[in-house]
């Protein structure tokens, strides 16, 4: 029997709601968290992201009380990333009631932290978030602190160091789709595929069923991360499910 393929919402939340942007930018409220993550817990989401996703531009940490609150209103693994930046931060989250933590980048700055966390906690709780832009020249570039600031660094490279450092699974957005309502980037999916042996939650762009479809599909993702089309009703999590079964993809029907 093959694996079920994960339908995850995700709740980018700042100042304690939760937005939705294009590109990372031109921010708009999306409503309330804990009234969100309660609905797609209702809806029968596979798992819920919870992004603080100023934290790490303002140097702090990650709002524990919203955190604590939404991990009581759902009976679904949650992951929860957004200024996490060491070992004690991680343990925090996971003390709150997060069952993954996503660390993006302070990893970047600190490799070693994804060893740390592995080794502490075990490697199915450390997702490595990954933010990646296209390049003119081709291939893929990793920014950090919510998109605002270029690495230089390869994303793909990136990817493969990760996964030999000891992460469990990797949610990778495309920063040229995210918002957009276009796609997903399956080129870079296909080229994760074929680099990694890890889970790839596929994050940016989607706006249609097909959407999803193509994304597990063609970019052969592990489980598809969607926000605008969630938040604003323009789907269910149900009708998602459904079109993917339809299609001939294993998801968990409720």
């Excluded at 200024?83 to 996971?94: A, S």
């Excluded at 003390?95 to 302070?106: E, L, R, Y």
């Excluded at 990136?158 to 450092?165: F, G, L, M």
Aim: with cysteine.
């Amino acid at each position: 029997m093959s694996i079920a393929k994960r339908i995850i919402p995700c709740l980018d939340v700042d100042r304690g709601r939760v937005v939705k942007g294009i590109q990372f930018v031109n921010l708009v409220d999306a409503g309330d968290p804990l009234e969100q993550a309660h609905v797609y817990n209702s809806e029968g989401a596979d798992e819920l992201v919870f992004l603080d996703i100023t934290a790490t531009h303002e140097g702090r940490g990650i709002m524990h009380d919203v955190v604590r609150q939404t991990a009581e209103q759902i009976f679904i693994p949650l992951t929860v990333g957004g200024g996490i930046r060491t070992l004690e931060d991680m343990w925090q989250m996971l003390h709150a009631g997060a069952d993954k933590v996503a660390v993006n980048s302070a990893a970047i700055k600190n490799p070693g932290l994804i060893s740390e966390c592995a080794g502490a906690f075990g490697a199915q709780c450390v997702v490595i978030a990954i933010d990646m832009k296209r390049r003119t020249e081709g291939g893929w570039e990793i920014y950090t602190h919510g998109g605002r600031r270029p690495t230089g660094i390869d994303g793909l490279e990136w990817a493969k160091e990760a996964e030999e450092r000891g992460a469990g699974e990797l949610l990778v957005t495309s920063m040229d789709r995210d918002g957009t309502q276009i796609g997903y980037d399956l080129e870079l999916l296909q080229a994760l595929d074929e680099l990694v042996q890890l889970p790839v939650i596929a994050s940016g762009g989607a706006g249609t069923l097909e959407h999803l479809r193509d994304a597990l599909l063609i970019g052969r993702a592990h489980a598809v991360l969607a926000a605008s089309m969630f938040h604003f009703k323009q789907v269910t999590i149900n009708q998602a499910k459904q079109f993917l079964h339809n299609a001939g993809i294993t998801v968990r029907m409720t």
